[in-house]
């Protein structure tokens, strides 16, 4: 498979990159650190990839990168199979509450910038008679929640943006996989206390894999967060606000 | 395999950057245009995280500093700020954590990136936070493992350089340091340089067993070893009487590569007993055609009411554990071999919310009689209750100005922790290890007295003395720091 992934240097990205690349996948990977992306390139030729590993330069913040990072991708890899964005940025309600400029860097990056880094790449892969495009959104946009409520409206505008996308484009050919991370240990949320089933990119990156080569629509990481989200989204409002989700 | 340096991304290029930074010209296109933040922006915003304080534990949960822990992937950006980096606190009492209201610690543990291996030569280059376990899982297969590991596989190099930590081949290959080529390190001066034992090998040297306090460990460039097959050919044997095992213990070194003895320490006098177990590397024909399989590690949900480990459940462990290794020869699983106790990941919890030490010396070997057999005696009449009691036979002192191993028996025990008790035993122990002409190993310590070490350590102000010119101030500093080597509170 053909994969290109934005977002790899850190965290889950890192190591669903790594699953990749010991499956002898062609990566080529996009961000706006050259170090980092070098060292990260580096990474996973020694983790088994088979080929040299080619990055370029992307941010999520200047949408102008992105039709020129996604071709030189295209270009490198001589066609792409998959596009997986992991790249997106967190910030502590409190924190978004008081900095309004975080704040909108934070609705910017992982609303407006991810759906428009999306329709560039689905634009490509559709041209190319369809593909994957595998987005990470999060749990924190399946129910408006008290604890996270900028960053969860992003990530559910996010996830009802791909839930559309799946529907007027999956006949064409484009898959897209949402994938919402419950609480994983990254340096993303190294600050914050780690809760029930708290787990490490490790262990969701073969699911997030596994989700890839099927085409599936959502899925959950680690898988136990599909059965509390499914209640957690039946809780009457009145009962949700009692238990401070 | 491709270098650093030699690489050219043609859409990287300047006249590119230029173009897209500022974006002000974009205005249809670019929606973020008014939100965007400016590079100097981004660094202090979002490279940099901004972590609360809370309280780091050593493994043992007794020891505790309530501080900030910075943690990423980039190391560069936050050993600018950091007065300590730990790796995954795998040491046992403060050695990892940063000296109390002094400033944030680093926590390496993001930072595992291979950088280059040579599988001509076994030369690995990665990030100090990679783990022997990642590590393993990497190299295992294609016929490498780490030339000396300890016995927990969630250390990271970084640990692994700064404890200079040993293994059960110490007898045979010496101490991690030794399989070191360079280390990339941020100093306290702020500079970043690369030291080796050709390029101020004082720095290098002060840094093996310098328990991070000689500055922050960023890359590690390693030879490892090569190996006939991914298992291990044992032998087990059974001893009922300790000097048997002892004489049994250093010949068994002086064959085998992998050595170690574990005793029974909760017996009374007579009826002490042991087993020994030694190792190698399996050749290729000796071996099952199939790779060990990882083990799966479960995981302690809560903690053990205190009461958990006490004499009566230690004794049935005790019991358990001869029952189960009777007299074999054969082959073992590499993980069961090396790292017994990570089948539980978070086994420290079992004993409880007050947590326990762990207390390792070194007596060195006598013309006739065992230090050990007293050693065992005192603990005994101090009625501490050790539940494991591990054995290993030290080989020759390496170069590492501070590296704890030496000629001699290295005894391991763990001991729940009983307060002021727990620090009159390790006083008492000490002054015992002290007549014996022996030292205790800081990775574990936490209850000896800086003038019980001075006294153990003749090689102190040697180092010391390095340390203070690469850091006059000691603005690198732990608790461990604070507590034995006279550093400001
Ligand atoms: C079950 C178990 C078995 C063990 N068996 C052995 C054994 O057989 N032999 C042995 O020698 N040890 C043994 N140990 C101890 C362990 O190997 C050491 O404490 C090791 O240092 C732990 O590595 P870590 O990454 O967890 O480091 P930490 O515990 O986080 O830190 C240890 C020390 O290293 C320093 N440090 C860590 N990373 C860096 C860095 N990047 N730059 C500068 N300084 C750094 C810290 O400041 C601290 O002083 C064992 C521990 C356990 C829990
Ligand atoms: N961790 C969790 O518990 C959790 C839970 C739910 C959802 N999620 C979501 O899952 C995704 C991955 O999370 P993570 O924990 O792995 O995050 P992470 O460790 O912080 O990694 C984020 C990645 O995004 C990249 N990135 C950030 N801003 C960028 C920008 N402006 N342009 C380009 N790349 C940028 C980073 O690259 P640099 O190296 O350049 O910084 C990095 O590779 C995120 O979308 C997050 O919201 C995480």
């Known amino acids: 498979m053909k994969v290109v992934l934005l977002g790899a240097t850190k965290g889950m990205g890192r190591a669903v990159a790594r699953k990749f690349a010991e499956r002898g996948d062609s990566i080529f990977l996009l961000g706006r650190d050259q170090d980092e992306l070098e060292r990260s390139a580096l990474d996973l030729e020694n983790r088994g990839a088979r080929q040299r590993i080619e990055y370029g330069f992307c941010d999520l913040l200047q949408p102008r990168s992105f039709e020129p990072g996604l071709a030189q ?31 909108a860097r934070v609705l910017t990056a992982d609303f407006t910038s991810t759906v428009l880094f999306c329709e560039v790449a689905r634009k490509r892969l559709l041209e190319d008679g369809g593909g994957t495009l595998c987005v990470f959104s999060s749990v924190a946009g399946d129910r408006g929640r ?100 | 395999m491709r270098k650093i340096g030699k690489i050219e991304v043609e859409t990287m290029s300047e006249e590119h950057e230029v173009e897209l930074v500022p974006d002000s010209h974009a205005a249809s296109t670019a929606p973020t245009e008014n939100t965007a933040a400016t590079d100097a922006e981004r660094s202090t915003e979002d490279a940099v995280p901004r972590t609360g304080q809370r309280s780091l534990l050593g493994w043992g949960r007794v020891a505790h500093v309530f501080a900030r822990e910075l943690c990423s992937e980039n190391l560069e950006e936050i050993s600018k700020q950091a007065v300590l980096s730990r790796g995954l ?111 101020e090998a004082e720095l290098f040297y ?91 590690a479960r995981t302690v949900p809560f903690d053990a009411p205190s009461w958990f480990l006490n004499g009566l459940t230690g004794r049935i462990h005790n019991r358990l554990h001869s029952w189960t290794h009777r007299n074999s020869v054969g082959i073992e699983h590499p993980e069961t071999f090396f790292y017994p106790l990570d089948h539980v990941r ?23 009689g065992y230090a050990v057999l007293r050693f065992l005696d005192l603990l005994r009449k101090l009625g501490a209750d050790p539940l494991l009691c591990v054995l290993k036979d030290f080989g020759a002192q390496g170069k590492g100005m501070l590296s704890f191993p030496k000629p001699g028996f290295t005894l391991c025990i763990d001991l729940p922790y009983r307060g002021d008790r727990t620090q009159n035993l390790v006083d008492q122990l000490n002054e015992f290890v002290l007549a014996e002409e022996g030292r205790i190993y800081l ?47």
């Open chain 2, 443 to 489: 990775a574990k310590d936490l209850h000896t007295r800086a003038e019980h070490f001075f006294a153990m350590e003749p090689r102190f102000e040697a180092w010391n003395e390095v340390r203070r010119r690469w850091d006059p101030q000691a603005s690198i500093r732990s608790a461990l720091s604070v507590r034995l080597f006279g550093d400001d509170a």
């Open chain 2, 346 to 368: 978070d086994w420290n919890r079992l004993y409880g919310k007050r947590g326990f030490i762990q207390y390792q010396c070194i007596l060195p070997h006598e013309e006739e």
């Open chain 2, 89 to 199: 606190g795998r040491s046992y009492g403060d050695a990892s954590l940063p000296a109390p209201e002094f400033g944030p610690a680093l926590s390496t543990r993001f930072a595992d990136r291979i950088l280059d291996f040579d599988s001509e030569t076994g030369v690995l280059r990665a990030e100090a936070g990679l783990s022997l376990r990642d590590l393993l899982h990497s190299f295992l297969s294609s016929g490498f493992f780490v030339p000396v590991t300890p016995g927990t596989q969630f250390a990271t190099l970084g640990g692994c350089v700064a404890s200079d930590v040993h293994g059960k081949n110490h007898h045979r290959d010496g101490s991690f340091g030794e399989h070191l080529r360079s280390l990339k390190m941020r100093v306290a001066d702020g500079r970043i340089l690369v030291c080796s034992p050709d390029h």
């Open chain 1, 73 to 103: 991708a295209w270009e490198t890899l001589d066609g792409v199979d998959a596009v997986v964005v992991t790249a997106g940025i967190f910030g502590a309600q409190e924190d978004l509450e008081v900095r309004d400029a975080h704040a």
């Open chain 1, 146 to 245: 008290s604890k996270v409520v900028l960053y969860g409206a992003a990530k559910a505008g996010l996830s009802a943006y791909l839930e559309g996308l799946d529907h007027r484009y999956r006949r064409a050919g484009l898959r897209t996989v949402c994938v919402k991370p419950g609480f994983v240990r990254t340096a993303m949320t190294a600050d914050l206390d780690a809760p029930p089933f708290a787990c490490d990119p490790e262990t969701i990156a073969p699911r997030v894999v596994r989700a890839i080569d099927r085409g599936t629509p959502v899925v959950y990481v680690p898988g136990i967060w599909r059965w509390v989200l499914l209640a957690i989204r039946m809780l009457p409002r009145f009962a949700m606000r009692r238990i401070d989700f």
């Open chain 2, 206 to 296: 002060a840094t093996l067993g310098g328990m991070g306090l000689t500055g922050h460990i960023l890359e590690v460039e390693l030879q490892m070893a090569r190996v006939p097959s991914p298992w291990i050919w044992q032998k087990v044997k059974h001893f009922d009487n300790l000097e048997s095992l002892f004489v049994a213990l250093r010949s068994g070194s002086a064959k085998w590569p992998f050595s170690v003895a574990w005793i029974d320490g909760l017996t009374a006098p007579g009826r002490e007993h042991g087993i020994l177990m030694l190792g190698r590397w399996a050749e290729a024909d000796e071996a099952p055609r199939k790779f060990p399989k990882p083990r799966k």
